[in-house]
């Protein structure tokens, strides 16, 4: 069973930039796409970033486009999530998600 481990949130000035990592384990990384969603105070979760499995194809949502960056290491098992010119609307919960998993979140805070 794949396990999700996500770190690298905090609070960051707007305009910031923060890298989010996710350590996976229990599964054969490499064959599955990859995502980040995230979650507002009071708001639905929102897909952030999904990168395929093979050819890493990226989708963003349009909120994000431009500003993220979504990328893998299927030799380490990790997914990261680079986000940059952050916003306050950018706070949330974010969270690592494969083959039906999920993990714990990462919270980020956007604010002066």
């Known amino acids: 069973q794949v396990q999700l481990v996500e770190s690298g949130g905090g609070l960051v000035q707007p305009g910031g930039s923060l890298r989010l990592s996710c350590s996976a384990s229990g599964g054969t990384f490499s064959d599955y796409a990859m995502s980040w969603h995230r979650q507002a105070p009071g708001k639905r979760r929102e897909l952030v970033a999904t990168?395929?499995?093979?050819?890493?194809?990226?989708v963003y949502s349009n909120s994000v486009k431009g500003r993220f960056t979504i990328s893998r290491d299927d030799v380490k098992n990790m997914l990261y999530l680079q986000m940059d010119s952050l916003k306050p609307e950018d706070t949330a919960v974010y969270y690592c998600?494969?083959?039906?998993?999920w993990g714990q979140g990462t919270r980020v805070t956007v604010s002066s």
């Open positions: 998600t494969s083959g039906g998993a």
């Open positions: 990168i395929t499995a093979t050819w890493n194809r990226t």
